[in-house]
C-alpha cells in the first residue's frame, strides 16, 4: 500500500509467503473477497462464439433483460403480449424469460430442431434447466462436444434477436431464416477449430459427424536406430535431483557396441542447461577422437531446434546454445530429437551422476553399471516401444459421406 504523504514511513502491511517471496495473487485475495465459483456461469462463455451471444445468455439466466415483466415492476402499465408466438395467439399474462426461451412458437420449434438428433431432451421447464440438459449431454465425439457447448447461446442469441424484431420494427420472424443462422455459426466454430474436417452445410450432415467414430490418438512406435557406418551416434540427456543437476550420455558404433559413456555432475543451474552440457561433452570428445561423421540425439525438441538454427534460444541458454553450434557447424554434425523411449541409456547415466561429485568416464560397456547395460541390451536387441499420442483438433479428419 502506498501512501501520498512523503512524511509518512511505508510499512509491511502484507507478510510475504513461506517460500519468501511476495505474490499479488495472495494480497488481491486479502484485500477483496471472492464470491464463490457458479458452474453454470462457467459453462456460458466460450471462444468460438461472439461475446454478445454468451453475454445475451449470462442476462437472461440471471434476469438481467428488458422484458415486459421486468419492466412492469416499475410500475409501467403493459399491454401482455407475445412476440416469439403466433399473431392470433391471445394472453393474459406478460411476456417472462422462461416464456421467450422456452415456451414461445418460435423457441419450441428451433430447440427441438436441433436437440432432437442430438438424443437431447427438450422438455424443461426452464432456461436454466435445458442449459444445463445440453451442457450435461455426455459424449466422447469432438465435434459433438463442441456442438453441445455452443449451441444453447446461438438459439438464445437468434430467438432474442427475432423477439426485438418483432416488437420494435414489426419484422415478423422466419423459422427457416433462424435456423440457417444458427447452422452458420455452428459451421464456423466448426470449421475454426477442426480445420481439416468437412461437415458439408446442412444440420443432417452435422449430426452424422457427431455420431461417427473419429480417431483421436495416434499410437507411435518408437525404437532406438542405430548409426549408419563409418559414423558414431551420441545420446544425451540431462537429470534433476533436489536441484542439482548432471548429465549423462553414451557414443555407439554401427555394430550398436558401446565406445564411450559419461556421467558428469553439473551442480546447480536450469533443466535446459544441464541437457545443453551433456550434450556439449559428448560432441566434444567425439570431435577430439577423431569422429568426423556424429549423429547426436537428444529428446529435448527445444534444444534441437535451436541448435539447427530453426528457433530461437531464450536469453539464459543463448551462450551454451552457440558453445554447441560451434563444433557442429565446422564438423557437420547431425543433431535430431528423438522420443524419451529412444533415450533410456543416457537419461539413467544422467540419474547416476548425482551419486558422485566428480566425471565419471566408460571406456568399455564392461565398465558401465549393470542398470545401464540393461537399458544398452534392451536398444540392442530393439524392441519397440509405443506412444499413444492425442492428434490435436485442427488435425482431427473427417469428410462427410
Same mark, same amino acid.
Request: glycine share 4%; aromatic share 10%.
Given at each position: 500500500?502506498?501512501?501520498?504523504?512523503?512524511?509518512?514511513?511505508?510499512?509491511?502491511? $502484507?507478510?510475504?509467503?513461506?517460500?519468501?517471496?511476495?505474490?499479488?495473487?495472495?494480497?488481491?485475495?486479502?484485500?477483496?473477497?471472492?464470491?464463490?465459483?457458479?458452474?453454470?456461469?462457467?459453462?456460458?462463455?466460450?471462444?468460438?462464439?461472439?461475446?454478445?451471444?454468451?453475454?445475451?445468455?449470462?442476462?437472461?439466466?440471471?434476469?438481467?433483460?428488458?422484458?415486459?415483466?421486468?419492466?412492469?415492476?416499475?410500475?409501467?402499465?403493459?399491454?401482455?403480449?407475445?412476440?416469439?408466438?403466433?399473431?392470433?395467439?391471445?394472453?393474459?399474462?406478460?411476456?417472462?424469460?422462461?416464456?421467450?426461451?422456452?415456451?414461445?412458437?418460435?423457441? $419450441?420449434?428451433?430447440?427441438?430442431?436441433?436437440?432432437?438428433?442430438?438424443?437431447?431432451?427438450?422438455?424443461?421447464?426452464?432456461?436454466?434447466?435445458?442449459?444445463?440438459?445440453?451442457?450435461?449431454?455426455?459424449?466422447?465425439?469432438?465435434?459433438? &462436444?463442441?456442438?453441445?457447448?455452443?449451441?444453447?447461446?446461438?438459439?438464445?442469441?437468434?430467438?432474442?434477436?427475432?423477439?426485438?424484431? $418483432?416488437?420494435?420494427?414489426?419484422?415478423?420472424?422466419?423459422?427457416?431464416?433462424?435456423?440457417?443462422?444458427?447452422?452458420?455459426?455452428?459451421?464456423?466454430?466448426?470449421?475454426?477449430?477442426?480445420?481439416?474436417?468437412?461437415?458439408?452445410?446442412?444440420?443432417?450432415?452435422?449430426?452424422?459427424?457427431?455420431?461417427?467414430?473419429?480417431?483421436?490418438?495416434?499410437?507411435?512406435?518408437?525404437?532406438?536406430?542405430?548409426?549408419?557406418?563409418?559414423?558414431?551416434?551420441?545420446?544425451?540427456?540431462?537429470?534433476?535431483?533436489?536441484?542439482?543437476?548432471?548429465?549423462?550420455?553414451?557414443?555407439?558404433? +554401427?555394430?550398436?557396441? &558401446?565406445?564411450?559413456?559419461?556421467?558428469?555432475?553439473?551442480?546447480?543451474?536450469?533443466?535446459?542447461?544441464?541437457?545443453?552440457?551433456?550434450?556439449?561433452?559428448?560432441?566434444?570428445?567425439?570431435?577430439?577422437?577423431?569422429?568426423?561423421?556424429?549423429?547426436?540425439?537428444?529428446?529435448?525438441?527445444?534444444?534441437?531446434?535451436?541448435?539447427?538454427?530453426? %528457433?530461437? +534460444?531464450?536469453?539464459?541458454?543463448?551462450?551454451?546454445?552457440?558453445?554447441?553450434?560451434?563444433?557442429?557447424?565446422?564438423?557437420?554434425?547431425?543433431?535430431?530429437?528423438?522420443?524419451?523411449?529412444?533415450?533410456?541409456?543416457?537419461?539413467?547415466?544422467?540419474?547416476?551422476?548425482?551419486?558422485?561429485?566428480?566425471?565419471?568416464?566408460?571406456?568399455?560397456?564392461?565398465?558401465?553399471?549393470?542398470?545401464?547395460?540393461?537399458?544398452?541390451?534392451?536398444?540392442? %536387441?530393439?524392441?519397440?516401444?509405443?506412444?499413444?499420442?492425442?492428434? $490435436?483438433?485442427?488435425?482431427?479428419?473427417?469428410?462427410?459421406?
Amino acid at each position: 500500500m502506498v501512501d501520498n504523504n512523503v512524511e509518512v514511513i511505508d510499512i509491511q502491511v $502484507k507478510e510475504v509467503l513461506q517460500h519468501g517471496k511476495f505474490s499479488i495473487g495472495s494480497a488481491c485475495r486479502e484485500l477483496r473477497q471472492e464470491r464463490p465459483s457458479n458452474h453454470l456461469d462457467n459453462r456460458i462463455w466460450h471462444s468460438k462464439i461472439p461475446f454478445k451471444m454468451s453475454f445475451l445468455t449470462w442476462r437472461a439466466i440471471h434476469n438481467r433483460l428488458s422484458i415486459d415483466k421486468s419492466v412492469a415492476r416499475l410500475g409501467i402499465p403493459l399491454e401482455p403480449n407475445y412476440y416469439c408466438c403466433n399473431s392470433n395467439k391471445v394472453t393474459s399474462e406478460l411476456e417472462s424469460v422462461d416464456h421467450i426461451f422456452c415456451h414461445g412458437d418460435l423457441a $419450441k420449434r428451433l430447440w427441438s430442431y436441433f436437440a432432437g438428433p442430438l438424443g437431447i431432451n427438450n422438455n424443461n421447464t426452464n432456461l436454466k434447466l435445458r442449459l444445463l440438459n445440453y451442457w450435461n449431454h455426455r459424449t466422447k465425439n469432438p465435434f459433438c &462436444v463442441l456442438i453441445i457447448k455452443i449451441i444453447p447461446a446461438i438459439i438464445c442469441w437468434e430467438i432474442w434477436r427475432s423477439r426485438c424484431c $418483432k416488437k420494435f420494427e414489426e419484422v415478423g420472424y422466419s423459422t427457416y431464416r433462424l435456423i440457417s443462422n444458427v447452422l452458420f455459426f455452428i459451421l464456423q466454430a466448426l470449421k475454426n477449430k477442426f480445420a481439416s474436417a468437412s461437415f458439408g452445410n446442412t444440420w443432417s450432415t452435422i449430426c452424422q459427424a457427431c455420431e461417427a467414430s473419429i480417431q483421436q490418438k495416434v499410437t507411435i512406435q518408437v525404437k532406438w536406430i542405430k548409426p549408419q557406418l563409418e559414423s558414431v551416434k551420441l545420446n544425451s540427456d540431462g537429470s534433476c535431483l533436489n536441484r542439482e543437476y548432471g548429465g549423462g550420455g553414451t557414443v555407439r558404433d +554401427p555394430t550398436r557396441r &558401446v565406445i564411450f559413456a559419461y556421467a558428469i555432475p553439473l551442480g546447480k543451474g536450469t533443466s535446459n542447461m544441464e541437457k545443453e552440457a551433456a550434450m556439449l561433452f559428448g560432441l566434444v570428445w567425439c570431435s577430439r577422437n577423431g569422429n568426423t561423421i556424429v549423429w547426436g540425439e537428444t529428446d529435448s525438441l527445444l534444444l534441437t531446434k535451436c541448435i539447427n538454427r530453426e %528457433w530461437k +534460444p531464450p536469453w539464459n541458454i543463448a551462450n551454451y546454445i552457440e558453445s554447441i553450434q560451434k563444433p557442429v557447424e565446422e564438423n557437420e554434425f547431425i543433431i535430431t530429437h528423438c522420443y524419451r523411449e529412444a533415450n533410456k541409456p543416457a537419461d539413467k547415466l544422467a540419474a547416476i551422476s548425482h551419486a558422485s561429485d566428480v566425471i565419471q568416464i566408460f571406456n568399455s560397456f564392461s565398465e558401465i553399471s549393470t542398470s545401464v547395460r540393461g537399458l544398452i541390451n534392451m536398444d540392442r %536387441w530393439n524392441p519397440p516401444s509405443f506412444r499413444i499420442k492425442e492428434i $490435436k483438433d485442427r488435425n482431427l479428419v473427417y469428410d462427410h459421406p
